[in-house]
């Protein structure tokens, strides 16, 4: 089973614009992850948040947290065509358990 | 290497068939996790490794799944008498463990190895 559910589960946008993925969960969580998985590769970490966290910043990355509603964003700010991949979220304690994940597809 | 190495990369394999696996995972990493992808999903968790002890074992799908870390670094996973839905990605992702620190939880992956069962 898995314990993220990405929303939308495709997102199609124009170079430039930004980019927002959902995220929801269903159990307690230390810490919750988002990684990048380019077409036929492994997973990236893009960032890791921690459950007393609330908002947190990596270059034109911006992931928030929101633990009462068990839901995290990540917002990708002036998208670029590199930025085409799947992206996922993560929760769980020592076993990070991943969702379905979100396809971008960013336009040149 | 400096990174999750996963051999083969590709690998077809006839229905009943046995197949092995292997990941080098990053040097000094204690905890190694093992997923299948099937196309279109995300990484569905296998097993987990702590050095040479395997602590969590309860997404094998069956018992023709069976892994091993026995000297606490690289890793084989043996699919025994494949099935045609065993076809997937199979990742191996390793992690600093409890050592790591703030990183401990981290996981960094190989690129993969994609099974076709025919």
């Known amino acids: 089973s898995q314990q993220g559910e990405e929303d939308p589960q495709a997102l199609s946008i124009q170079e430039g614009e930004n980019a927002t993925m959902n995220c929801s969960y269903k159990?307690?969580?230390?810490?919750l992850q988002w990684y990048r998985q380019n077409s036929g590769r492994g997973l990236v970490h893009l960032i890791l948040?921690?459950?007393?966290?609330r908002e947190k910043h990596s270059g034109r990355l911006r992931v928030t947290l929101d633990t009462s509603k068990k839901s995290s964003s990540l917002l990708i700010t002036a998208s670029r065509a590199a930025d085409t991949a799947s992206y996922f979220c993560?929760?769980?304690?020592?076993?990070?358990?991943f969702g379905r994940g979100t396809s971008l597809i960013v336009h040149p | 290497g400096a990174g999750v190495s996963q051999s083969p990369r590709y690998k077809v394999a006839k229905r009943g068939q046995d197949v092995a696996l292997r990941c080098d995972p990053i040097?000094?990493?204690?905890?190694l996790f093992w997923y299948q992808q099937a196309l279109g999903q995300g990484p569905e968790f296998l097993t987990y490794?702590?050095?040479?002890?395997?602590?969590?074992k309860s997404g094998l799908p069956s018992d023709r799944f069976f892994a091993e870390r026995p000297e606490g670094s690289v890793s084989t996973l043996k699919i025994q008498r494949t099935q045609q839905e065993d076809s997937a990605v199979y990742l191996c992702?390793?992690?600093?463990?409890?050592?790591?620190?703030?990183?401990?939880?981290?996981?960094?992956f190989g690129a993969g190895t994609r099974l076709s069962v025919l």
């Open positions: 992702a390793s992690s600093p463990g409890l050592a790591g620190g703030l990183t401990k939880n981290i996981q960094y």
């Open positions: 159990t307690s969580i230390n810490n």
């Open positions: 948040i921690r459950s007393n966290e």
């Open positions: 993560a929760g769980g304690s020592y076993i990070p358990t």
């Open positions: 040097s000094g990493h204690v905890s």
């Open positions: 490794f702590q050095n040479e002890a395997q602590l969590d």
